[in-house]
């Protein structure tokens, strides 16, 4: 039997219809993942926090890169 759950984040629907400049994406990526190595791996609620923080910044950064080449609206 398999749990039912809420996935984090499905782009299809979630998507912003704004994506930042490149360099502001950058630079909030470089910005979480320094607060997040900052958590502490044996506590299961800083670990999750990291994951979901970085997995929005990661995306918003893909998005920055994706609008920079042409690739998305």
């Known amino acids: 039997m398999t749990a ?12 912003d219809a704004l994506v930042h400049p490149l360099q502001q994406a950058i630079d ?3 910005k979480v993942l320094d607060e997040k190595a900052r958590a502490n ?3 299961q609620d800083e670990m999750i926090r990291a994951a979901v ?19 998305r609206p």
């Open 53 to 71: 923080g970085l997995y929005f910044v990661l995306d918003d950064l893909l998005a920055a890169l994706d609008a920079e080449r042409g690739e």
């Open 4 to 15: 039912s759950y809420t996935p984090l984040h499905d782009p299809e629907k979630d998507r």
């Open 28 to 30: 909030r990526a470089r």
């Open 41 to 43: 791996i044996h506590v």
